[in-house]
Each structure stands twice: as C-alpha cells, then as structure tokens.
C-alpha cells in the first residue's frame, strides 16, 4: 500500500492517505504535550515504542472480539489502520482515583474505586475537553444512543481485558482514554492505547510508568516506557 497525502497531524501522531481509500497510516510521533499544549518536549524513541505497545494491545483485544482500527505494524514508527470517522467523544475509564477525577472531586491519588468509573470529554481542545454526559452527547449529535451503547459496552469489556493483562505482568491499570469511529457502519476502537494514553503504576511499589513522568517532571520517562514494552512483551 501506498502512503500519499498528510491529511492530518496532532500532538502526538500524523496521519496519511493511501492508495486505498478504506485505509490510512498512524505515524506516532516523539513529541510530548500536555496541559493543553502549554507543556512540550520530545521523550525519545516514545513513536517506536507507543507503537509497538498499541500494536501488541490492539491484537490482543481483536484476538478477544474487539473490533478495531488495527490492520498491520508496517515500520518503527508506522501502522496501518481503518479510515474511521472519529466520534468527538473520548471515553475515560478509571480503577484508581489519579488526575482528573482526583482534581475535580478532591479525592487523594490511589484509592480503588469500587467499581471502574466511566467518564465522557467532548474532544476538543478549545473547550479543553469538558467533562459531558450522555444528554450532552445527543444534544450536540455526536453519536446516537445505540453508538453510545455499543461504544460503553466496549470500553468497560476493554477495561477488564487489559486490567487482567496488565496484572499478569505486575502492573495496574489506573486509568486510560479511548477514542472511537465509524468505518462502513461500524463502530471500531480508534486512536493509540500506550503509556500516553494510560496510567500505569508498578503493582509493587507503586512507581508511574506513564505520561506522568512528563507532565510532572519525574525524569527517566524514556525508561519507563521502554519498561512497559518490556514487560508487555515478556
Ligand atoms: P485525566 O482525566 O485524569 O487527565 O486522564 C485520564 C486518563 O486518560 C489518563 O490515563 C490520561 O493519560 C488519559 N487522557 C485523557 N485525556 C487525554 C488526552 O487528551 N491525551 C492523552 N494522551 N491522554 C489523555
């Protein structure tokens, strides 16, 4: 497959048509933003290794029926994935209290919640994602209520899959977000699932091996992300 025209480029990854209208390319990139961009930096080699874990992370969850964006990984930094059209909502799903939900209600970092906690951000960047719920969602016609349905049963079904996968290799899963779209009426798993996009704490000592690093200037960052890959792939 051809790689043509950019047709996009975000904070962390670009994006390009091919030759085949049904399929694009996810170029990750090394750059680093946080706090609404206020925050920036290169964490090196992040692009190889984001998308070496989303890879891995996509296959496991489509080998336990999720279906997703992920068709193959073509290079480092490249994979190839189904055009979607993105639903501007992004899903949170939270185990333990951490950042937002700890901000926004007060609630020390590290507490187990009794059961996983979903969160809806409208996407986008001028509003800095607000918190929405569901009368927002068809107010604004984001996605219907049997999208929004589907898109729920999937996060809460991707939640369990990765918490017992993580577990297995001594990490929990905190919180992480995803990203959804349409692709020929179906509603697929978009985006990236990585240490960008997740929190991982050591099961053991508790230690962040995610973005936190960066967005708190907790140095070894490069570490931490290679420690993930490390232990996904073990
Ligand atoms: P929080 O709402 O606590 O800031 O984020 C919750 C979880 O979702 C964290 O794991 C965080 O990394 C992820 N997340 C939420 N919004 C974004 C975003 O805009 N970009 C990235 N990379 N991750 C996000």
């Known amino acids: 497959m051809k790689k043509t025209k950019k047709f996009y480029e975000g904070k962390a990854k670009i994006m390009y048509e091919t030759d085949k209208p049904d399929f694009v390319i996810q170029e990750f990139k090394d750059d680093a933003t946080a706090f609404d961009a206020t925050k920036r930096g290169t964490i090196k080699e992040k692009s190889v290794i984001n998308n070496e874990i989303s890879s891995a992370l996509f296959q496991l969850l489509e080998s336990k029926g ?6 193959k990984k073509l290079s480092d930094r490249e994979m190839l ?3 979607l059209d993105i639903i501007l909502v992004e899903v949170t799903i ?8 700890s901000k926004l209600l007060s609630i020390e970092e590290g507490i187990v919640l009794k059961s996983p906690l979903l969160e809806y951000h409208y996407k986008k960047d001028e509003l800095h994602d607000p918190l ?5 969602i068809e107010m604004l016609g984001l996605a219907t209520s049997k999208e929004m349905k589907k898109i729920r049963d999937y996060s809460f079904s991707i939640n369990e899959i990765l918490k017992d996968f993580f577990g297995k290799v ?13 692709h020929k009426g179906k509603i697929l798993l978009g985006d990236e699932i990585s240490p960008d996009t997740c929190r991982l704490w ?10 936190d690093r960066f967005r708190r200037d907790l140095g070894r960052i ?4 290679q420690e993930v890959l490390k232990r996904i792939k073990s």
Do not use: Q
């Open 94 to 101: 939270r185990n333990i209290s951490a950042g937002g939900l």
């Open 202 to 211: 050591d099961k053991k000592t508790n230690e962040k091996l995610d973005k």
């Open 132 to 136: 929405i719920n569901d009368y927002h």
């Open 81 to 83: 994935v189904k055009r």
């Open 222 to 225: 490069e570490e931490a992300y």
């Open 66 to 71: 999720i279906p997703t964006h992920f068709v």
């Open 170 to 182: 001594g990490l929990k899963l905190v919180d992480f977000k995803l990203e959804f779209g349409r």
